[in-house]
């Protein structure tokens, strides 16, 4: 199935239908650099016509701003938007997912967004002083009120997984996979395949290492958030090199882009575990969205996908500075 723009669709869990690239807008406000609103609004847009409409945002990218943008998307769009966001990081790292809060968040974020639904509605962290069913059992509230279409969860382990789902079907686990960084393949991803959830696999572009883009720590803007995790380190960014070489060598060969070798690395891997699974790479430029787009036709030859997959191996320091702030630290 495809949508009107041509672009093949997915039915991740619960099903719920969205375009087979979905479109991460947490750099349209300031995190790996500055951001024009003009131009956030052009890319956004941009989505759109080209049929990559599974949009997704949270409630605390921006503190609230970068929902206000997409808000400006959806004005005269929203029935061609699928739109996910999220609730519960309330510090760095720290995270609520109480009743309460769960029901205050919600109320919030649809007003930022200026719209009376969410299609898509994730924990974006687990509250470990409150049971998941609690936080849970209130987003199904959400559900019955109308106000949320489908849940998802974002880097739970496979056991929170299925507690979750022991309380309402869930949609789709959003978690970090890519090519450098393949923990969620353990657990998390055979769960998901499992329960009949999906998979929406976050920085599957490795937070842009992996286009080739980022040589040294010196091309990261003094403010840039990258700065502060391990493997953008300097020490270990040029080890990582190494990685990023694997990539660009095999997009070469195919006369594509590494961004696009990157994604379609995804899809293969995702349906090699059986897991309908939509990658959410993010672009402040209207003109990636397109090149990204086109992973979808790029093929990959076996020996390719082997060489990809062996370079996980290279990669050196964790995907985040507080290992149990992600499932791989609690597994
Ligand atoms: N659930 C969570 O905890 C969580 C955590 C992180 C992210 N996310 C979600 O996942 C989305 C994507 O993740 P992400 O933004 O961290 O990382 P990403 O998609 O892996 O990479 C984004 C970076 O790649 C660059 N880029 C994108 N397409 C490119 C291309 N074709 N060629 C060269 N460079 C390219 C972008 O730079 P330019 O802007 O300069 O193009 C940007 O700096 C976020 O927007 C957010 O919605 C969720």
């Given at each position: 199935m495809t949508n009107a723009n041509s672009v093949p669709m997915v039915t991740l869990g619960d099903e719920l239908s969205v375009s087979a690239i979905g479109f991460g807008a947490m750099a349209l406000t300031p995190v790996y650099g500055e951001v024009d609103d003009t131009e956030s609004l052009a890319t956004l847009n941009r989505c759109v016509d080209l049929g990559v409409t599974f949009i997704d945002t949270a409630n605390v990218y921006g503190g609230g701003e970068n929902e206000k943008l997409i808000a400006r998307l959806l004005a005269d769009r929203r029935d061609e938007v699928t739109l996910a966001t999220k609730f519960g990081?309330?510090?760095?790292?720290a995270a609520r997912g109480d009743a309460a809060y769960v029901r205050q968040c919600i109320d919030e974020s649809l007003q930022r967004l200026r719209t009376d639904v969410v299609d898509l509605y994730y924990m974006h962290r687990r509250d470990h002083n409150v049971p998941i069913e609690e936080t849970v059992g209130a987003m199904a509230e959400l559900v019955a009120a109308g106000k949320v279409r489908h849940l998802g969860l974002s880097e739970v382990t496979a056991d929170e997984l299925r507690a979750a789902v022991a309380v309402h079907p869930i949609a789709a686990v959003q978690s970090e996979w890519s090519i450098w960084s393949r923990d969620v393949e353990r657990n998390v991803v055979p769960a998901a395949a499992e329960l009949g959830v999906g998979f929406v696999p976050y920085s599957p572009l490795g937070r842009g290492f992996l286009t080739g883009t980022i040589r040294s720590a010196a091309d990261l803007p003094s403010t840039d958030f990258r700065r502060n995790m391990p493997r953008f380190s300097e020490g270990a960014l040029d080890t990582n090199l190494a990685v990023v070489e694997v990539v660009k060598s095999a997009a070469e060969l195919q006369g594509s882009t590494a961004a696009q070798v990157a994604l379609a690395w995804l899809r293969y891997r995702a349906d090699a575990l059986g897991v309908a699974s939509v990658p959410i790479p993010g672009t402040r430029r209207a003109e990636r969205v397109q090149e990204n787009l086109g992973s979808l036709s790029v093929t990959l030859t076996r020996e390719q996908l082997d060489t990809l997959d062996a370079a996980a191996a290279a990669v050196s320091g964790n995907r985040s500075a507080d290992l149990s702030w992600v499932s791989a630290g609690r597994e």
């Open positions: 990081i309330v510090g760095n790292p």
